[in-house]
């Protein structure tokens, strides 16, 4: 086992500078937030699904590690980021004297996180992928100039922006029998419609319920109390 901790990569300085740098290049093409607000909620989720089922604290840890630096390849570019990302994170864990299984499982779980080509190959690559693609909230809509300011212009501009601002808040838990993982969301309809959620976020479900069924259980999606999946 490495002495490198989820606490210490999170205070490790070039890993902080490539995730800055990442989300401002994101930034500048209109992305959401993918700042430390967006991969910080990511690590505590990917660990909080691991620890619930009962996976051993190591495991659990190296799923917060993974979900941490699992956008640093946005600061090469948005394409095949998480290839980007899986390769850096190997130089970075790797000169940090971290053994080649640990690497191995936090390289593959980046390396599978995007809807585009991603897996659940593993445990920790399927709490990954739930723990990213479950992060839907108002606040990481922004703007090229900054803070977002919302107007019937803005929101109509982009789905993206507009679906996601109309979170007005989300949770994801276990069900009381831990067979299945929930996804709740409170959406403004007035702003966004339940059909412009899937249009573009129904691939991403897609993956996160494939990426429960590695883990033995079942995904399901409740939006405005009702369930959808």
């Known amino acids: 086992m490495s002495n490198v901790t989820y606490q210490y990569i999170r205070k490790n300085k070039d890993i902080q500078t490539y995730i800055n740098y990442a989300d401002a290049a994101l930034s500048t093409i209109g ?4 700042s430390n607000a967006h991969v910080e909620r990511a690590a505590d989720t990917a660990f909080m699904i691991l620890n619930t089922l009962g996976y051993d604290e190591r495991t659990c840890e190296l799923a917060q590690i993974a979900a941490y630096m699992h956008d640093i390849g946005n600061v090469v570019n948005r394409v ?3 290839q980007s990302g899986a390769v850096m994170a190997f130089r970075l864990l ?3 004297g971290m053994p080649a299984d640990e690497i191995s499982l936090i390289v593959s779980a980046i390396g599978n996180h995007d809807e585009h080509t991603a897996s659940p190959v593993t445990p920790i690559a399927a709490a990954l992928i739930i723990a990213d693609k479950s992060d839907v909230r ?3 809509v922004r703007s090229k100039d900054g803070a977002f300011v919302p107007s019937d212009e803005n929101l ?3 789905i993206h922006d507009r679906v996601n601002y109309a979170v007005e808040s989300s949770s994801l838990y276990f ?3 831990k067979k299945e993982l929930i996804l709740e969301l409170d ?3 007035k702003i966004s419609p339940v059909m412009e959620y899937f249009e573009i976020f129904l691939t991403r479900m897609n993956l ?5 069924a590695t883990l033995n259980v079942t995904f399901g999606l409740v939006i405005n109390k009702s369930r959808i999946l």
Do not use: F, I, P, Q
């Not at 992305?31 to 993918?34: Q, V």
């Not at 996160?208 to 429960?212: E, G, H, Q, S, V």
């Open 31 to 34: 992305y959401t937030e993918h």
């Open 208 to 212: 996160c319920r494939k990426a429960a």
């Open 187 to 189: 959406l403004d309809l």
């Open 156 to 158: 109509a501009a982009d």
């Open 138 to 140: 108002r606040s990481r």
């Open 94 to 96: 790797d000169n940090l």
């Open 175 to 177: 069900s009381a029998d």
């Open 80 to 82: 095949d980021h998480a």
